[in-house]
C-alpha cells in the first residue's frame, strides 16, 4: 500500500473511511488489478496503531469465516480471541434466565463448540490494517476530509478539504453512523437516539465467567458482561443519558463495585482493570443502501444496538455481499458501478438488516421499559422464549452467524 499526501489519479474505487469495514472492504480486491484510495480523516498513527477503546466485539462464527478467507483472523494473537459460549437473559431480577448454546444440529453440522469470539475492536482494526497494508493496489490518504462527493452517470468525484478533487467508477461510503457522505449523496436514514449511554470498562475477578455472556435487563439500567479470559470480563452498562454524569464521576473502583453490585456478587469481588470509555447510544439505518455509482457500507448503512452483537458483523456482511458482486463484474467486463450491481447489494443487504435493526430496536423497547405491566410482559417473553424451541433455536442461530 502506499501512503500519499497528493493522489491526483483516477481510481476504479474510492473508499471514505479507513474503520474496519472500509479496510476489510478493500482487503477483498487483494490480487485484482482494480486501483482502491481510502481517505480517512484521521492520522496515520492511528490507523496504524490504533488505540483500546474499551469496546469487544462479538464476532459470529460467519464472521470468523470471512476473516479467515481475508488472512485477518490468522493475525490475531491466540490470547486476544475469547470464546464465547453461552449466553443468558435476564429480566429485572437475576433469578430467572434465558439461556442460549449452540444449537445441537448446528454443532454436528458445522462443528462449532461456541457461540463466538470476542476480540477487543482496536486489535481488529490493526489486523485489518496491516492485511490492507500489505497490498500494492491499495493508496492510503489520511489526515484530510471529504467535502464533496458527487456522481453520474460516468464517475464519481470526491473533492477533499485540501483541495484535492478524486474521480472514480464507484465511491464507498464507509465513515460511520453518522455518515457525511451518506447525507452528501442524498440517502435519508431512520436514525434512533435511545437518549442513553454506554459506559465500558474492564474488571478482574476471583471466580469463573464460565464464558459466558450476561445481559442483565435491570429496572432502570441494562449491564452486560462480556466474557474474556476465564477471570477478567468485560462490563458494559447502559442507562440514560440523565444518571451517566453520577456513574463517571465514581472513581473507576467504585465503577468496579457498581458494576459488582448490580450483578448481585456473582463472579465476586470486580477490581478495574484498565481505562473507562462511554459513548452515545444511537441506532441508524439507511433507507437505501445505494446511489448513482455509490454504496453505503458497515456503520454508514446501518448501525446496531449493541444488545444484539450485530455492529461490525453487520458491516462485515455489506462487505461480503458487495464485493464478490463488483469482482465478479470485473472479471466479466462488466461495469462496476452500474444501476443493476448496486441494486442487486441493496435488495440483499436490506434484507438481512431491516428485520434485525427493527426487530432490535423493539426488544430494547421492550426490556427497557419499566412501567408495572411490561414488566410482567418482559418476564412472560423470557419464559415463553426459553420454552418455545423454534424460537430460541431462531435466536440462537442469529447469534452463532
Not at 476504479?12 to 474496519?20: K, L, R, S, T, Y
Not at 435491570?218 to 477478567?232: E, F, I, S
Not at 473507562?276 to 445505494?290: Q, S, T
Amino acid at each position: 500500500m502506499s501512503i500519499s499526501t497528493k493522489h491526483s489519479t483516477h481510481s476504479d474505487i474510492i473508499i471514505v473511511g479507513a474503520g474496519p469495514a472500509g479496510l476489510a472492504f478493500a482487503r477483498f480486491f487483494k490480487g485484482s488489478e482494480l486501483k482502491i484510495t481510502i481517505i480517512e480523516k484521521a492520522p496515520l498513527t492511528a490507523i496504524e496503531n490504533p488505540a483500546y477503546d474499551g469496546r469487544e466485539i462479538a464476532l459470529t462464527n460467519t464472521s470468523k469465516e470471512i476473516l479467515q478467507n481475508l488472512g485477518v483472523w490468522q493475525r490475531f494473537a491466540t490470547d486476544e480471541i475469547y470464546p464465547l459460549v453461552d449466553a443468558k437473559v435476564y429480566s429485572g431480577k437475576l433469578d430467572y434466565a434465558l439461556h442460549f448454546q449452540v444449537p445441537s444440529l448446528m454443532k454436528s453440522m458445522r462443528s462449532l463448540d461456541r457461540l463466538g469470539n470476542l476480540i477487543s475492536n482496536h486489535n481488529i482494526r490493526k489486523a485489518v490494517y496491516d492485511e490492507v497494508a500489505a497490498m500494492d493496489n491499495v493508496t492510503l490518504i489520511t489526515d484530510v476530509g471529504v467535502t464533496d462527493v458527487k456522481t453520474d452517470d460516468n464517475s464519481a468525484t470526491v473533492s477533499l478539504a485540501d483541495g484535492q478533487v478524486l474521480t472514480a467508477s464507484l465511491v464507498i461510503a464507509a465513515d460511520s453512523r453518522l455518515s457525511n457522505v451518506r447525507r452528501m449523496l442524498g440517502i435519508g436514514a431512520d436514525m434512533h437516539d435511545f437518549g442513553r449511554t454506554v459506559i465500558v470498562f474492564r474488571v478482574t475477578h476471583p471466580l469463573s465467567n464460565s464464558a459466558t455472556a450476561q445481559e442483565c435487563f435491570l429496572y432502570g439500567r441494562t449491564l452486560a458482561l462480556l466474557p474474556l479470559n476465564d477471570t477478567m470480563t468485560n462490563c458494559v452498562i447502559t442507562l440514560d443519558n440523565t444518571q451517566a454524569d453520577e456513574l463517571l464521576s465514581l472513581s473507576p473502583q467504585a465503577l468496579a463495585h457498581e458494576a459488582q453490585r448490580m450483578f448481585g456478587d456473582q463472579f465476586g469481588a470486580f477490581t478495574i482493570a484498565g481505562s473507562v470509555h462511554h459513548y452515545p447510544l444511537m441506532g441508524v439505518h439507511a433507507h437505501r443502501f445505494y446511489a448513482k455509482r455509490a454504496a453505503l457500507i458497515g456503520d454508514a448503512a446501518v448501525g446496531m444496538h449493541p444488545v444484539t452483537a450485530h455492529g461490525y458483523n453487520l458491516g462485515l456482511l455489506s462487505a461480503n455481499t458487495l464485493a464478490p458482486l463488483i469482482i465478479d463484474a470485473h472479471r466479466t467486463g462488466r461495469d462496476i458501478g452500474s444501476e443493476r450491481l448496486l441494486s442487486t447489494y441493496n435488495r440483499r443487504h436490506q434484507a438481512h438488516t431491516r428485520p434485525l435493526y427493527h426487530g432490535t430496536n423493539a426488544m430494547v423497547s421492550l426490556f427497557t421499559n419499566d412501567r408495572k405491566p411490561v414488566r410482567i410482559l418482559r418476564d412472560a417473553a423470557l419464559r415463553l422464549s426459553n420454552n418455545l424451541p423454534p424460537v430460541k433455536h431462531w435466536i440462537a442461530k442469529q447469534l452463532v452467524g
